[in-house]
Each structure stands twice: as C-alpha cells, then as structure tokens.
C-alpha cells in the first residue's frame, strides 16, 4: 500500500504541474485581452484554456481530499499532502482572480463593436503558442463562432461562481492551515533549475533596459558589442596569420 | 491648483467637459471608468493620437507615442491650455495608463520626444483588483531569473521580506514563476519585450522604488461609494438586510440628519456667506467683533439659531443673558440659576466641588431655601442622599428635571415674550463686505524689503555720520560726493540681496 501511495502521491504532483503550467499560461492569455493582440481567437483560446484549468483543478481536488482523507498516513506524508493543498488553493485563487478579470476585460471590449478601439499596447502577435502550450498539443485549431466574444461571457460567468463554490467547499470540508506548511524551497530557489537561461534572454534584457544610464543594461549591451567585437578580432588575427604564413612559405 | 480665489475654472476639472474629478479627491470607479472612455478615444486610427515605431536594436516595435503628441492631442481634444493638459497627463502617467520607454523608473511626462506607450487593460488600475503580494513575489522571482540573481537594492529587500513571511507559499511562487517564465518565451521577440516593458511598468506604478511619490497613495478605503446613488439610496439597498427595528432606526436617524442639514445649512460660514464676511477671506474680522459672547446687539442670524432648540439657546452666552432677563421678569430666574450652577459643579475643579454643592443645596434645595426649585420628591430623595457623599454628577437628576422643564415650559414662553421680540427687532443684519475695500495684509515679502531697505538706511547713516566724524576729527575735507555716492549705492544694492 506503501506503493500505491507512493504512486498516488506522484500523480497528485504531476497533475499539480500540469494545473500550474495551465494556470500561467491562463494568465499570460488574459493579459493579452483588450490589446492589440486581442482577436477571435484569442477568445478562443481563453475558453479552451479555462476549461482545461477547471478539469485539472477537479481531478487534483478530489485526488487531494481523497488523500487527505486517509487517517492512516504518516506524519510526513500527511505534511506533504498539505503543502500540496496549499499549491493546489494558491494555483486556485490565482484562477479565479484571472477568470474574473478577463470576465470584465471581455465585456468592456467586444470585438464586433467598431467604436470600441482595442489598446495599441504594441503587441500585435498571436497568442496561439501559449495556449498550444497549455493545452499540451502542437498547434492549435480553431472552430468557434463568430460571436464567441459575447456567448462565451455567459459561460464565464457560471464557471467563475462554480469556481467560488468549489473554493468555499474546499476551505469549509478540507481543515488544512496553510500557514504551517513549510516551504522546501529556499530563497534564490528558481535560479538552480536547469532553465536554458541562455542568448535569446540576454537580447532581451538589453532590448528592454535601452537607457544608457541603467548599468546592468548597458553593461550587458557592452557586453553583448564586446563579445562580437573580439570574435571579429580573433578572425581577423587568424587570417593575417594564415596569410603571413603563405607568403614566408612561398618566400622561403 | 485649486485656488479658493481662482474665478478661471478649468474644464478639466468642472463638469462641463467630462466630469473628472481632480487627483487628489477620489479615486473611485467613477473617474476610472471616464478615464478609460477617454483612453479608448485615444486608439482612434483616425482621431486618436499618433502613434509611430520604436526602432530597437533588432526589432521594430509599433504603437509608440511621443510625450508631445499626446499633450497636444489633450489640449485639443479638451480645448485647454498646453500647461492643463501636461498635468493631465502627468496623472495618467502617474496612474499608470501610460508607461514611458524610456528612463523607465521615473513617471513623469516629458512634453517632449520620449516615447511612451499605453498599457494593456490587465494592467489598470481599477478600484476592484487588489494588487496581490503574490503576484509580487511572483514577478520578483521571474526577474531573478532573467536577472540571473541581481535585483536593485529595493525589489531584494522586497523578496526578502516576502519569503520570510509568505514562505508557505514559496513553494507555488517559485513554481509559478517558472512557468510563466517558460509561457511567455513562447512568443515571438517583440511581444516578448513588450510584455516585460509592461509588467515592470506595472509593478513600478504599484511597488514604487523608494524615493518616489506613488499616485496609488490615498486616503481610507470607503466602505460604500459616495457616487453611486444618493445617501438615502444607498441605505435603501442594504435595508432588506436589516430587521425592522434597524430599518425604522435608520430611517429615523437620516431623517433627522437631513433636518439638521437643511435647518443649519443658511448658518455655515462654509456652505453659506456669513455677514459681513469672513475674516479669513477678507481680513475684516467685524464678524468677530460682531458675534462676541457679551454683545449688546446680537445679530439677527444669532437670533434665529436661538429658536432652533433649547440646547442652541442656552449654550450662548448671549441667549442665556436674554433669558435670564425673561426669567427674571418672570419670577421664575432661580431654575436657570440653579443649573448654571450644576454645570459649574460638573466642569469645575475637584478642590471646590464639595463647598459647591453644599451651597448650591443650601441656595435652592433646602426646605425653606432662598431659591427654591420645583423638583419632584422622588429625584429630591435621590439628590439629597446623593448630598451625603458628594461627587461631580450628584445634581444631574435635579438638573435633568429643570432643563426639561425650562425646555418645555419656559422656552416656549420666552419665544412669545416681549423680551424676546425686542431683542430680534433691535439685532442687527451687517452689510455685505464689498471687497474693493479689502485691505489685504502685507506680503511678507514686501515686509521683509522694507525691513532691510530700513536697516540699509540706518547702517547707511551711521555710516556717513560717523565716516564725517572721524573726518572731521581728523580734519580732512574727504570727497564726501564719493562717499554719499557708496551710501546711495549701498542703499539700492541691500534690498536686492
């Protein structure tokens, strides 16, 4: 049985990532709402998203309770089964607050209006990765109507107060005090991971920080400038080398 | 801004143009939801303000805005001056509905090439959305990331500070960040620069760096909103929560508030122009001189508050001289004697509390005391025993019993009494002030050169006087021309400094 916990314990994590990876992916999603980057499919691509969010918030739910249940457990098990509670409800106000905001973002930018101008945020790229990447599949495709940015605000609307239920449920069946929970990872704790941390976000930062005076900007740019600047260099040497070579090997 | 003098009001501000309240009042749902009317006018491709690329180093990024399109824009879309629309401006900078690209950390707008750009819906700030410290712990981490470990001095004390005492939740921040790290480098590079620029926008307008004002500062959050309906209103749509008790009570009580207002509203010095004028407004302080506590000739509006209520009355000195020489034409003087004399009890010192109420029973509640009051044996038992061991509310049953008497008795004679009306036909109504004799106060600045155009002279007299004495002394015809003429020069130089 010891096993089969083990197991149960594996698959509470694994779907917790997947709800985590949904939910940012949710919010990336949401912010795009109302801008330029907004469009049908975008829409789309929130109501798919969503929906996904609330089958995983479901199952992890009742695999939690079930687990958290079981007056048999450890101590420790029963401690990381609560630090898990308080990843799911963190994951889950997160949801909720999101759900809301794009429930009032949406009604104050329907897309059909022509009065009604979206934000030029300078965001202008589609959206469509993101949610290819929190529906776990390799692109998207799109099947919904032409008025999905005022029919979906209903459903919005049930599945935002279904979600208040459900979080009130949890907070009155599930007696779990999330200050206890102690944390396992420290301080600095998203440094370690093997993120490939590598050119393409180093461009970036010195795209976003342009103003000469921030050091760390320029510096980076410097950087960037001098790095380009001594490989060039270092061909340069290596030809006039290689062409020193010839001739004393043709004069010799 | 808003100068209590100012007969220019700007559009801007009044209801005509479009009814925004000004920064410093409120920052209610109203405001915002006309700023984001405005904001939306702003995207007009054709009316709205002019946008042109941002050419960074490998990319092109659309949608920027110059500090000046947008002023001029503003001015003329409202039709007020450039300075009226810059501040206008500078508040939604402030706000945070426009972010600069530039200099990034500092939210002012420069009337000048510097770019700016709007920021998306998500990011506005709207009275309903809270701004969550896990969302700022969550960005915090994000930025560790990109800055591989190097945050400036205040977002380190910042996360500090939050994985100390949100560590519960350390665990679903890390987790979080990381995957929003890796969701938004699924899109392309643009977008990707746009969305950092946006949430560092975000999280400067709502986490200042230290050193800097924040537009979120504002006062106590309201628990209902004064703009949504009218107090009554407002009452109404919490009524059916309440039993009928509460309901009656609180009908009750905005009724009265209501009367209280509408009574006393001709009486405010703020609300209403107070006779002859203020003496903040206008330096003539005959309103004082007018209202003094011992005043021969009250003034009429004095008056009027008298028969407002019985508290009103007695509470100025004046009234109660007016009604105690109705009383004493009544024969009836000793009741407000004797609860003056139970307020002096209840106010005084400690030391002399004792011979106090010892006289005052000797005066009016004794058998046989010179003045006797009319009480009811059930209170005069109580008092009395009071008397035994005397303290400072000993007398409040006896004095309970005279002021309702007087109130329901008295008062309503002294209305109708020959006193009185004599009194309101001799008080006087000042003049309104006419400002052209306004005698403002001298500016202190005028003050000070004057001072020191004094002092100049003085030291310019000793000067020559004793420079001529010395000279004389010593026999010498100096050129005193070159010498009047350094004082002269001394003279005009001083005041300038």
């Known amino acids: 049985s010891s096993h089969v916990k083990a197991m149960g314990k594996d698959e509470c994590k694994t779907m917790l990532d997947a709800l985590n990876k949904v939910t940012a992916c949710y919010r990336h999603l949401v912010i795009a709402l109302g801008s330029t980057s907004d469009s049908q499919n975008l829409r789309e691509e929130l109501k798919r998203t969503r929906k996904k969010a609330q089958e995983l918030a479901v199952a992890n739910r009742t695999k939690l309770t079930s687990l958290l249940k079981d007056k048999s457990i450890s101590k420790d098990d029963r401690a990381e089964y609560e630090r898990l509670w308080v990843l799911f409800s963190s994951s889950m106000e997160l949801l909720e607050v999101d759900m809301k905001r794009s429930l009032e973002i949406g009604q104050d930018f329907p897309l059909k209006v022509p009065t009604r101008h979206l934000i030029q945020t300078g965001m202008t790229g589609s959206t469509t990765t993101v949610a290819a990447r929190a529906m776990s599949v390799q692109n998207m495709k799109y099947e919904a109507d032409s008025n999905i940015d005022t029919a979906d605000l209903r459903d919005l609307q049930c599945e935002i107060s279904q979600v208040s239920q459900m979080m009130e449920e949890m907070e009155m069946k599930v007696q779990v005090a999330p200050w206890a929970v102690e944390a396992k990872q420290e301080a600095g704790a998203e440094l370690k991971s093997n993120m490939s941390v590598g050119n393409s976000s180093v461009g970036v930062i010195s795209i976003c920080e342009e103003e000469p005076k921030e050091e760390d900007g320029g510096g980076n740019r410097d950087a960037g400038f001098a790095s380009i600047c001594a490989v060039l260099v270092f061909f340069v040497i290596v030809t006039v080398a290689v062409v020193l070579g010839y001739l004393v090997i043709n004069m010799s | 801004m808003l100068n209590s003098f100012s007969v220019h009001k700007s559009p801007l501000w009044s209801g005509s143009a479009s009814g925004l309240l000004p920064l410093q009042d409120d920052f209610k749902a109203q405001s915002h939801f006309k700023l984001e009317k405005l904001l939306l006018e702003m995207q007009d491709p054709k009316t709205g303000v002019k946008s042109q690329p941002q050419r960074l180093v490998i990319t092109t990024i659309p949608h920027a805005i110059t500090g000046e399109d947008i002023i001029a824009w503003l001015a003329d879309r409202f039709q007020v001056d450039t300075q009226e629309a810059r501040n206008f401006v500078s508040m939604l900078v402030a706000l945070g509905y426009i972010y600069p690209l530039q200099d990034h950390r500092r939210l002012v707008i420069k009337p000048d090439a510097s770019l700016y750009r709007f920021q998306t819906p998500y990011f506005w700030p709207t009275q309903q959305w809270p701004v969550e410290d896990t969302d700022y712990a969550i960005y915090l981490a994000k930025r560790n990331i990109r800055k591989r470990g190097i945050l400036e001095l205040h977002e380190q004390e910042h996360y500090n500070r939050l994985h100390k005492w949100m560590n519960h939740k350390w665990d679903f921040v890390v987790m979080q960040a990381k995957e929003q790290y890796r969701a938004a480098k699924e899109r392309k590079k643009p977008d990707r620069v746009v969305f950092e620029c946006q949430e560092r926008a975000y999280w400067v307008v709502h986490r200042p760096p230290p050193g800097t004002v924040s537009a979120m500062d504002y006062g106590l959050d309201r628990l209902t909103d004064p703009n949504a309906d009218e107090v009554t209103g407002l009452l109404c749509c919490s009524f059916k929560h309440y039993t009928p008790l509460t309901r ?109 109420a010892e006289h005052i029973y000797k005066t009016f509640l004794a058998r046989g005391a010179p003045r006797w009051i009319n009480i009811d044996g059930k209170t005069m038992e109580v008092t009395v025993k009071g008397l035994k061991h005397p303290h400072r509310y000993v007398l409040d049953p006896a004095q309970t019993h005279i002021y309702m008497l007087m109130k329901k008795d008295s008062y309503g004679r002294y209305q109708k009494s020959p006193v009185f009306k004599d009194t309101v036909k001799k008080a006087i109504c000042p003049e309104e002030h006419r400002y052209r004799h306004r005698r403002p106060s001298l500016s202190p600045i005028i003050l000070r050169q004057m001072e020191q155009e004094q002092r100049a002279k003085m030291a310019a007299n000793v000067d020559i006087t004793q420079v001529m004495s010395k000279l004389s002394k010593q026999g010498k015809e100096a050129p005193p021309p070159f010498l009047f003429l350094n004082g002269i020069l001394l003279l005009s130089i001083k005041p300038l400094s």
């Open chain 2, 248 to 356: 009656s009570l609180c009908f009750l009580c905005s009724r009265r508030l209501v009367k209280y207002c509408s009574t006393y509203k001709s009486h405010d010095p703020f609300l209403s122009n107070c006779l002859p004028s203020n003496p903040w407004l206008t330096d003539d302080a005959t309103y004082w001189s007018l209202n003094m506590p011992s005043v021969e000739i009250p003034t009429k509006m004095r008056v009027e508050r008298w028969t407002f209520s019985f508290a009103e009355l007695l509470s100025d000195p004046r009234g109660r001289d007016d009604f105690r020489l109705f009383l004493k034409k009544e024969f009836s003087g000793e009741n407000l004697a004797f609860w003056e004399g139970c307020e002096d009890l209840k106010w005084g010192e400690a030391a002399t509390m004792r011979e106090k």
